[in-house]
């Protein structure tokens, strides 16, 4: 296995920057310098991305800035010792030991259990105190390849010994159990459940948590959870089977706050222990914010989350069907719409229809496609409502989008009933029921009230309306063209190219995606020229930096250039996210040009009438394109040119003050 750290990515004594951002863009300029990584500005930028969500100091004058990153080549580990503290966020003041974690986007596991060694030993003040000692970059390795290389000492949620004893403790003894996890599940996650732990020893109270982090996860036995008398979520994401600990009075807050105020959580809850009033969590499990218990989401954060969740899961769904669809007309001939059931009721494989092989297998899959995307609206809602109530919400949620369908209420109505769905179902699961129906509220009572209110709702009140709604919304798309159409595909393109994949990019492939189920060729192609607008103008950015390292090589660092090799392929593919290392590396130059290219093709596409009845593949896919397909290319094919040239004019023309290859000469200086 590669050594995570060498002398090479250890710094000591030297000033790297006064502020957390300048610390870590260095030691990403350190690991590109050394091979490590193959782009240090866009290692930086998942650096600093990681380091906003919540800062990486701890006590003891310690950093762990962390993250995941395409740019990694080698799980590494680069090590500086500054000579004066740099404010990392840590609560009792700056860090003079900083850790720079980085791991590779698809790490293996091995490596992850080594970066979270490292981070557990960092709560050590023996182990700290020995790095603050070292001289030479030498030693500095030998005590890190110490404590990553010895034998791994078993936590808590992974001493069964621990737990068979703690049935013999004394009645009075507290029973503490927790659960520890950060987004990218490499240091807070371990050393919050560390230094949990060790401050319940200090205490005398019987303690175990689980690690749900990179490196795996030990869920806590049962009997476990069923002894203990509260629960500690020290969590920044959702807690994985949240439902093993209803009914258990919780504390939940960031995970970083099981690092910084140990002491205070483990206190927080023995008293919620023996507090009536309590909160526990929920015999649903329904999922919640990571932040505090104290506080509440706002309305519109929740309405977002469980937007997204619901897109999130009916993607698969429409993107398969949508491409079985494209392949059916493919096979069958556009008609395939009129007669795929009579082929498939009247024939089989031994018994082909007019048209022979073809023809049969173009019914096939245009009707399994039809099928596929018949789920668009009850996923949608299913788990909109998922995101509300967890499980006990999503059958209320399909039902509802179901009867949306029925209706003729579209996605709106699927989004609506999801909504109602979702609600109810966390209002039902909330009730203080007698012990003996706990169990029964997630699988019966909670499914059964809650389809009864969400539907009957749909039904009695909101489901016409919402139909007339949307048919009013399909007659204008359909009636939409010359000007209209051009800037709503402006719009769309440029929201596609603001944020790379980001909040932006999705909530305008939502937009699309959702309409597609109700796409015809014939009677209502609006939408299908809304999916085509999207998936061109999501094409051009990468499509366009890789022609600008055509253009002008000189603009750009080596990795840029490599990067742009790949482009080619991302951008062909509809992935936008293929332009983030260059979006990363210089934002203020690339972005607004690739929002310039995608929005001028997105309006092409509109003014053109080009149609896709695939949400995703881009020129993979110009089968589900009918006849229009050439004048896809033509409008691709413009706004990369239009964002390529607009990418080299700004590097030209508006210089930066740092040069694009600065970044390898700091990496030298560091080294040295």
Partial sequence: MTELITPELVSLDAPLGSSSAEVIKELSALLAGTGRATDADALAADGLAREEKTPTGVPGGIAIPHCRSAAVAVPSLAMARLPQTVDFGAKDGGADLIFFIAAPAGADKDHLKLLSKLARALVKKTFTSALREAQTPEEIVELVRAVTSEAPQAPAAQAPAETAAATEAPAAKKRIVAVTACPTGIAHTYMAADSLAQTAADLGVEFAVETQGSSGSTPLPAETIAAADAVIFAVDVDVRDRARFAGKPVIQVPVKRGID???????????????????????????????????????????????????????????????????????????????????????????????????????????????????????????????????????????????????GAGFLGGIVGGLLAGLAARWINSWNVPRFMRGLMPVVIVPLLGSIIASGLMFLFLGGPIAKLTVALNDWLSGMSGAAAAVLGLILGLMMAIDLGGPVNKVAYSFAVAGLGTGSITENPAPLMIMAAVMAAGMVPPLALALATVLSPKLFSQAERENGKAAWLLGAAFISEGAIPFAAADPLRVIPAAMVGAGVTGSLIMSFGVLSQAPHGGIFVFFAMNNTWPMFLVATAIGTVVSAGLVVSLKKFARRSVPVEASAATAGKVAA
């Fill in 261 to 407: 105020e140990p002491e205070k959580l483990i206190k927080d809850a023995i008293a919620a222990s023996s507090d009536p009033n309590a909160r526990k969590v929920p015999a649903g499990g329904p999922s919640e914010s990571s932040e505090e218990t104290g506080g509440k989401e706002s309305v519109g954060a929740g309405l977002k989350r469980a937007l997204l969740t619901g897109v999130s899961y009916m993607i698969p769904f429409v993107a398969g069907g949508g491409l079985l669809i494209a392949l059916g007309f493919l096979l069958g001939g556009y008609d395939i719409t009129d007669i795929a059931d009579d082929v498939l009721g009247a024939n089989t494989l031994f018994n082909l229809p007019e048209g022979g092989l073809a023809a049969y297998l173009g019914a096939v899959a245009f009707k399994i496609g039809a099928l596929s995307m018949g789920f668009l609206v009850p996923a949608l809602a299913g788990y909109i409502a998922y995101a509300y109530a967890d499980r006990p919400g999503i059958a209320p949620g399909f039902t509802a989008g179901a009867v949306a369908g029925f209706m």
